[in-house]
């Protein structure tokens, strides 16, 4: 029987010192997250993890242990943004829109 290696694999050795900010439904908001927390100055990472893992696959967002607070604060802000942005839409029902008011009297 072949012996495994106890060193870690290249990809697990990357990760050393991250920890999960967030999971993310698929791959274009794990991309989102990433690219958030990078224009925050947060070094971020894409991990996909097998179904075997966890029982179902998912895709973890990952961030050095250090920025982790700041990471979760810019990841509920971004939240909080959309869900505000969701309720204004919603509020502003364009049933109601009457574009009179764009015509000029002059």
Do not use: C, W
Not at 79 to 89: G, S, V
């Amino acid at each position: 029987m072949a012996k495994r290696s106890k060193k870690p694999q290249k990809s697990e050795a990357n990760l050393e010192g991250y920890v999960v900010v967030a999971f993310a439904e698929d791959m274009d908001q794990a991309k989102e997250y990433k690219s958030l927390l990078e224009t925050s100055d947060i070094p971020a990472m894409i991990r996909e993890q097998s179904e075997h893992m966890i029982g179902s696959p998912e895709i973890a967002v990952m961030v050095s242990e250090e920025y982790l607070d700041e990471a979760h604060v810019v990841i509920e802000s971004q939240h909080a943004y959309d869900d505000f942005y969701d309720f204004a839409m919603e509020e502003g029902d364009e049933s109601d829109f009457d574009g009179d008011f764009l015509d000029d009297d002059f």
